[in-house]
């Protein structure tokens, strides 16, 4: 009775298939099947939903039958294979498609990998495509997405940790790092931090992301996804570390830094030249996202004297019949167009193609010949719409969203005096904020010229020369 209370197997094998069996509270999917092993009574246990039937016959079931002689582990021709003394064990590894192999007058249960794995092809990234890059992506399979990496990086350094995360349901979570690269603190905290999840379930890399990211307030992304193995390759050998997910086909990058977001692959892919002007480009589309509807605001509200008179009629013939204020008509663009963007997200591609054309031109159109808003905030809400969207992170895309709007407000009661306060605002949080110990800024907080010149600059390689990585920096 107490091993029963307490979970541990006995040396009853009736016993034990009972109490492995209520595990999974009498479900349907639960099969078992009788042996005879060296003239002991036997039983095998799996999970059909979890389970490859060919892999359990050959692999298990008939190398068990025509044994005479040694111990389980050592007739199965089996990679995966484990000894466990309790239920609770045991059964989280049948739910990861794992056969339980129990023995009469034996007091332990042997786990033998047979799962059934559906075969997901890779194909080229989604969200992040480039014109002469990798055409590889991530799938939803962990030990897929692996093998995308380790065939990256040939080298011995690389290395791993795994966690099982979700009480109820157990995921596989991964960190990879490259030893003497990577800074070990970094590491243990993190480690730290996915150990402390307690949920029954992890829904989704996004319960984790919560977790490790150091300030929860902070509009700005602290943490960097890429759905590319040669992305996060490179990020490895810089010294940073990845997570996995089993079921997403995201790597989760950290510590993350804020130059980090304006980079893309094309930039490393084309001439350094090109690579320069288009993240500069991208840089300076951050700057406009979050700041021209202020712009246009403080200028119609406060600021008409600096315009040219020419202009100055044209704006004023514009707003004549308008009965909102620049702000009220920002806020009110801005959310029709977030709302576009959003419906376009959800709806299948078919119906989103046609939403994001008729609803744009019929929108636009229709709310400037019901005089709701004036044509140059149309002009203004769109160029802001295409700065945010060359941004190649989504985050961070995301994140010029939300700082348009207290912006905007600022830049309503204040004009530019707000636009300045609010500018002198980020700035002072991006240069406090941390991530995992590495500052948010770096290397423009802490001030590092060489480095700075490197991140905002895509120069060749040998204007640098070779350098080692700096740990968890960029």
């Known amino acids: 009775m107490n091993n029963e209370s307490a979970g541990s197997v006995s040396t009853d094998l009736e016993t034990n298939i009972r109490l492995l069996t209520q595990q999974f509270q009498a479900s349907e999917d639960l099969h078992t099947r009788a042996f005879h092993y ?10 059909v939903s979890c389970t490859d039937k060919m892999k359990l016959q050959s692999d298990i079931l008939k190398p068990l039958l ?3 002689e040694g111990r389980i582990i050592d007739v199965l021709p089996v990679l995966n294979l484990a000894v466990l003394f309790d239920f609770k064990a045991a059964s989280a590894a049948m739910l990861q498609g794992q056969c339980a192999i129990l023995l009469d007058h034996t007091a332990e249960i042997v786990v033998a990998d047979v ?25 939803d399979e962990i030990g897929k997405n692996m093998q995308l990496i380790q065939k990256r990086l040939k080298t011995t350094r690389f290395l791993h940790r795994q966690f099982t995360l979700g009480q109820e349901s157990p995921t596989i979570v991964r960190l ?4 003497d690269f990577a800074d070990p603190a970094v590491i243990d905290k993190i480690s730290e931090r996915l150990l402390s999840h307690r949920d029954t379930m992890l829904k989704s890399p996004g319960q984790l992301m919560n977790r490790l990211e150091g300030s929860r307030l902070s509009l700005f992304p602290q943490l960097l996804l890429t759905e590319r193995p040669d992305t996060t390759a490179a990020h490895l050998m810089e010294g940073r570390v990845v997570m996995l997910v089993d079921g997403s086909a995201f790597a989760v990058i950290m510590p993350a830094t804020f130059f980090m977001f304006f980079q893309a692959a094309d930039d490393f892919n084309e001439r350094w030249w090109n690579g320069t002007v288009f993240r500069i480009f991208r840089m300076v589309s951050f700057m406009l996202g979050i700041s021209m509807p202020s712009i246009y605001i403080a200028i119609v509200s406060k600021h008409f004297d600096i315009l040219p008179i020419d202009l100055v009629f044209s704006l004023k013939a514009s707003l004549e019949n308008i009965p909102f204020s620049p702000l009220m008509e920002a806020l ?16 299948p591609q078919s119906i989103a193609t046609t939403l994001s054309i008729v609803g744009g031109l019929v929108i636009g159109s229709e709310v400037v010949n019901a005089n709701l808003v004036s044509t140059t905030m149309i002009v203004v809400i769109s160029l802001t719409a295409v700065a945010s969207f060359s941004v190649p992170s989504h985050e961070m895309r995301l994140a010029i969203r939300l700082i348009s709007f207290p912006m905007m407000i600022a ?6 005096t707000g636009i300045a306060f609010s500018f002198s605002f980020i700035f002072m949080h991006i240069s406090k904020l941390e991530t995992f110990g590495v500052p948010y800024f770096y290397p423009a907080a802490p001030f590092k010229p060489r480095r700075l010149l490197n ?12 350098r080692r990585p700096e740990r968890g920096s960029s």
Request: charged share 15%.
């Open 115 to 139: 799962s059934a794995s559906a075969e997901q092809a890779v194909t080229a990234p989604h969200n992040e495509q480039t014109i002469r890059g990798s055409q590889e992506g991530f799938v």
């Open 66 to 68: 025509q044994a005479q």
């Open 176 to 179: 990879l790092y490259i030893e």
């Open 332 to 347: 009110f663009m801005t959310i029709v167009l977030d709302l576009l963007r959003e419906a376009a997200i959800r709806l």
């Open 455 to 466: 991140a905002i600059v895509q120069l060749p390689g040998r204007v640098f020369g070779k």
């Open 411 to 416: 830049a309503s009661l204040l004009g530019f």
């Open 38 to 47: 060296k003239g002991h009574q036997g039983c095998l246990l799996y999970l």
